[in-house]
């Protein structure tokens, strides 16, 4: 027999939850799930939009009594600038001979004609830099922004069109 969740209980068990964290949290869902009683675990994912994964890790720490630590900080990848000290300098070096500060001089921004994908190309045939340990472009696009470099498009040169000027009739 399994006990019924109302409204006011399935937000109270929700608020509870999401005020806490990490091992605290996994305690706490594993012991709501184990008084919802038999199927208590597909209950909480339906109702309460737990994810199940996490219920089976909590029951599994509450039964052993073991608590699995959780290492966030080891999580993700090292930026680019730690695994390639030289970098940013070197992207300064190249782009610093191609841009220009704004002709009207209303902002500091520097403008590059330079893309992203010319930089890195660059870097390769000047810096020596392998293609596999140099990052995407898109990467190397965001350094740019973060360096101060603004990629400006150069305008193209359109064509005056033609067209016959308006003749002027003389009233005699």
């Not at 599994?60 to 699995?68: A, H, P, Q, R, W």
């Not at 004609?113 to 190309?121: D, F, I, S, T």
Request: aromatic letters at 8%; charged letters at 30%; one cysteine or more.
């Amino acid at each position: 027999m399994s006990i019924q969740l109302t409204d006011s209980l399935k937000k109270l068990l929700k608020e509870t939850a999401s005020q806490l964290k990490g091992a605290a949290k996994r305690k706490f869902i594993a012991q709501t799930v184990l008084e919802l009683g038999y199927g208590g675990q597909w209950l909480a994912e339906q109702e309460l939009g737990w994810n199940r994964c996490t219920i089976r890790k909590a029951t599994k720490e509450l039964k052993s009594g073991i608590t699995c630590l959780d290492n966030y900080s080891a999580k993700g990848r090292n930026k680019t600038e730690e695994n390639l000290p030289h970098l940013l300098e070197d992207i300064k070096n190249l782009v610093d001979s191609q841009s220009q500060t704004d002709p009207s001089f209303k902002s500091q921004r520097l403008y590059t004609r330079l893309g992203a994908a010319e930089v890195r190309k660059q870097l390769i045939k000047k810096f020596n830099y392998c293609d596999e340990e140099l990052p995407t472009e898109e990467t190397i696009r965001v350094k740019l922004n973060y360096l101060g470099y603004n990629l400006k498009r150069v305008a193209k040169i359109l064509p005056q069109k033609k067209y016959q000027k308006p003749k002027q009739y003389s009233s005699n």
